[in-house]
């Protein structure tokens, strides 16, 4: 039994059992790897693949019971390099951030900025996606730290911790009746706000879910005419005129924003809380957990190390 037969085993079922692809991700060859896999299969006197012909077409029942061990073994020697690394590499390696779009587009600047001066010589690898995307790298073991609004809770694998609250802002264009209206002091209503169409997240994201919820509660309908994972992306159209935006409060700058006038919108929706996750039972660098406090200072090490012991106890 060898890491490289545990590897074709693990990349097989994460790429829907299509040879050709787990190949591609391993650098080696197709034949290569279903000689991995049979090999595998021999020692272990089990198959792990059902078959049609040569190609492998999901999991036996004995291949779903093995398939966490495979992870975990992986798993583990994964940690058991990155402790070395500690040691015989202290304060240089690669952290890998995953995080949606508003997150590494305004949350994140300042922060790796602030890092990379602590630590110059750590690679920073940032992947975007949506919150389960997010999360999904991590479980994966892709990404030492994920940072999303949305999903990460939803995970027992994960320690997702609470990093800050934030707001959403409604945005229009400076003639808009809507901007009229908050300059003489009106409070803006959900009942006027459903009067026009909305630009504003994807569903599952910076959110979204507090928007549908207030103009539920309401008994209001909610008229999205476009929707986008990028806050760029929905004021780039609230510009053109197409609808008012609703977007996370620390999207808007008011010097870049200056074609767009800013909307109070906490009254409207609730509080939103960004987290940040690790998996349990990863092996977490030094420089990973002083990031972390660069991103939330609450969140030193010892509180780090305590949400994760006290999670993975319960």
């Avoid at 059992?17 to 000689?35: D, I, K």
């Avoid at 929905?234 to 808007?252: D, N, P, Q, R, S």
Wanted: net charge negative; proline share 4%.
């Amino acid at each position: 039994m060898n890491f490289q037969q545990l590897r074709s085993v693990r990349e097989a079922q994460r790429r829907d059992f299509n040879l050709t692809e787990v190949a591609n991700a391993l650098h080696t060859s197709q034949p290569g790897v279903s000689r991995q896999i049979r090999e595998l299969e021999d020692e272990l006197g089990i198959e792990i693949f059902v078959r049609a012909g040569k190609r492998l077409t999901g999991l036996t029942e004995p291949g779903r019971q093995v398939l966490p061990i495979v992870e975990r073994l992986l798993h583990e020697a994964d940690n058991l390099r990155r402790a070395g690394d500690d040691f015989a590499r202290a304060g240089s390696g690669t952290l890998r951030i995953a995080a949606t779009h508003s997150q590494a587009r305004y949350a994140l600047p300042p922060v790796v900025r602030d890092f990379r001066a602590a630590h110059p010589d750590v690679l920073l690898h940032m992947q975007q996606g949506s919150p389960q995307q997010v999360a999904r790298l991590l479980l994966d073991g892709d990404a030492d730290v994920g940072i999303a609004t949305e999903a990460l809770a939803q995970y027992d694998e994960l320690v997702a911790l609470p990093c800050y609250r934030w707001t959403h802002t409604v945005l229009v264009p400076p003639e808009h009746a809507l901007a009229r209206e908050s300059a003489e002091g009106q409070a803006l209503t959900l009942e006027r706000l459903a009067q026009f169409p909305i630009i504003t997240y994807e569903s599952g994201y910076t959110g979204r879910s507090h928007i549908d919820d207030a103009f539920r509660a309401a008994g209001l309908e909610l008229n999205v005419v476009l929707v986008a994972m990028d806050a760029d992306v929905i004021k780039t159209y609230v510009e053109l005129g197409l609808g008012v935006g609703i977007v996370a409060a620390i999207a808007y700058d008011e010097e870049r924003d200056k074609q767009l006038h800013p909307i109070d919108g906490r009254h409207l929706f609730a509080d939103n809380m960004t987290r940040l996750a690790v998996r349990k039972d990863a092996y977490l660098r030094d420089y990973v957990y002083a990031f972390i406090s660069t991103f939330a200072a609450p969140l030193t090490r010892a509180t780090v190390a305590e949400a994760r012991l006290g999670l993975l106890a319960a």
